[in-house]
């Protein structure tokens, strides 16, 4: 700009009218969210487009998505210590980024949010680490009372299942609560499951309730976020009971109704026993859903990936149909790096966008080194594997040495609408 035009600027304000918003946006996108946290104090109009221009919180994120990094969390004395490499895939030493004053369990993150779930009171917070806001505990409002049932002789049993995800055009977050509630005689006989959904969207942070078709299907294990669904490994319609087949249940995010995606059974086998789905990982890669199966013997797994859809009926639940997909898959071997014991539960976290998985050992041995952790690089198109050293936080960890690894990405999108600002803010240098 001009020498001369810069000093008839009185203010930042005069600079953005000068320049425009949209080459201004461009400029603010590029820097890091913190940073950007520090911009919002330089006056009114850049506090405006950093907290509420959704073009730049778009651009901000579609930028960030190219430079993802690499988040390990240690969960220790009802604290959350989050660390960073400077380097993705060289590892190196750990950087501290983040200390939460809570040790509740987050699923995985969607676009740079996390959802905070409290099973002790069936509430969740949304969290946004990188801007440092956080909002409320926002309790569930589907739990019966379970000594009135028990007046009438009859057991009951709820469990929430939690999942978290955007619509496909990634303007609304979700939050869903799937509530089980099995119901048993005094005996302990079964009575029936009854399956209950409550939906909050990120933003308004009220819940309500689903009152149309839910899944024939209880839920199991971590769910993903995929292409602007929602997916669980099915379990038993009935608690102690295998799933008569093999499938995945969907929640849609922007239509908020469910569907099923059946599995072959050349894929995991036969559904005999209730531990069928423990050795099933979902996971996202090259944009679509996957199946990891890690059960083998001979120090490989197989990851199938799923290659399209098409409706083949639909399934009764509460009175209506829920649509079924057959699907079809692709596989892949994965050659574990290491020696193999699936009781060990090693984790994968496939990279977007590379053709790379990362896998995290569980490490159980007390005289293992504690100067640095291990994880494993595997490229899917070479079929090779890397080890890679991470330093600096061993210090924290407790015995068996337990620490969760993910992919993040920085993002400016609130966790509550700017009219009503009910959040509250970790401080920055945390």
Known sequence: MPEKMMKNCSNYDDISALIGDGIMCDILSRLPVKSLMCCKRVCKH?????????????????????????????????????????????????????????????????NGLLCVV???????????????????????????????????????????????????????YKVICVWEIHRSTAEYLPIGVERVCEVLTVGDNTWRRINGVVSPYNIQGNPVNVNGAIFWMNDGPLEWEAPDCNAVVAFDVGTEKFSLITIPNFILGEPQSLLSGRFVDLLEVDGRIALLHRRTSDGKVNLWINDGFEVTGTAATSGQNVIVYNSNWIEETIS???????????TFRPIAGTDKIIIKPIEFNADSPRHSVSLYYYDRKKKTSRKVEITGIYSLMNYPFRYTVNIFVESLLPVQKQQQQQHTQLPLGN
């Open 118 to 172: 409290d099973m002790e009171d069936d509430s969740i917070r949304i969290f946004n680490p990188s801007t440092r806001e956080i909002t409320p505990s926002i309790k569930t409002t589907i739990k019966i009372d379970e000594e009135e049932e028990e007046k009438q002789g009859v057991r009951v049993q709820q469990i929430p299942k939690f999942g978290f995800g955007c619509d496909v055009y990634g303007k609304e």
């Open 46 to 110: 850049w506090q405006y487009l950093i907290q509420q221009d959704q073009h730049l919180i778009n651009l901000q994120l579609t930028r960030s998505k190219t430079h993802p990094f690499l988040i390990i969390s240690i969960a220790k004395d009802n604290e959350i210590n989050f660390f960073s490499t400077n380097d993705l895939f060289e590892g190196g030493a750990a950087v501290h980024w983040l200390r939460t004053p809570w040790s509740k369990p987050m699923l995985k993150s969607v």
């Open 336 to 346: 574990m790096p290491f020696d193999w014991d699936e009781n060990l539960n090693p």
